[in-house]
């Protein structure tokens, strides 16, 4: 809420911000809203399915949540959200990779500095390295149009990823490898 004015006699009038969801956070079992800025929406889920709304997530948070209204001050979060904010975008491609969430547990290299930043996780298990966050400036980042370019081009050689271990969208030929199933001896 932006403003409330009261105009006499008998009316009042409010000035409100919209905010678009952009994304879940998961953080300890529990679900929180976040628009493509980092904001908290109100809310505390223990369910995706309870809010209605069809959004990728964040996971792996260690930050606790902030009060609604305010920026979740964790740039897991913040990068996090800005590829959801692609992601959805970009609605169709997504959909047909079946990612469900964004891994942002290694942002500024807090595993391994060789790692992606962050990696898309699909329905099917399987991880797609995006590489660092939407706006890093290094000159051998590819853009975000770059790399959704990449995933439409191997789901249109491949036609899923639902067998694939890995898809990797850093480089300007992505690169994937097929998973290989052991059953065992027999």
Do not use: C
């Amino acid at each position: 809420m932006k403003s409330v004015v009261r105009d006499f006699p008998n009316r009042i009038r409010a000035e409100v911000k919209l905010r678009d969801p952009a994304a879940f956070v998961l953080r300890d079992g529990k679900f929180y809203v976040v628009d493509g800025e980092g904001i908290r929406l109100p809310g505390e889920y223990s369910s995706t399915g309870e809010t209605g709304l069809n959004l990728l997530m964040v996971v792996y948070v260690r930050s606790a949540p902030p009060a609604a209204g305010k920026v979740w001050d964790d740039p897991a979060v913040a990068e996090g959200t800005k590829v959801a904010r692609v992601l959805k975008a970009h609605w169709d491609v997504a959909k047909a990779a079946r990612i469900v969430a964004i891994d942002t547990s290694n942002i500024g290299g807090r595993r391994t500095p060789r790692e992606s930043e962050i990696t898309l996780i699909t329905a099917d298990r399987t991880l797609i390295y995006w590489g660092r966050g939407v706006d890093f400036p290094g000159a051998t980042e590819l853009s975000a149009e770059r790399k959704i370019e990449n995933l439409k081009a191997v789901l249109k050689q491949e036609g899923t990823l639902a067998d694939k271990e890995y898809v990797d969208l850093r480089f300007p030929n992505p690169v994937f490898r097929d998973r290989k199933y052991y059953l065992g001896s027999l």
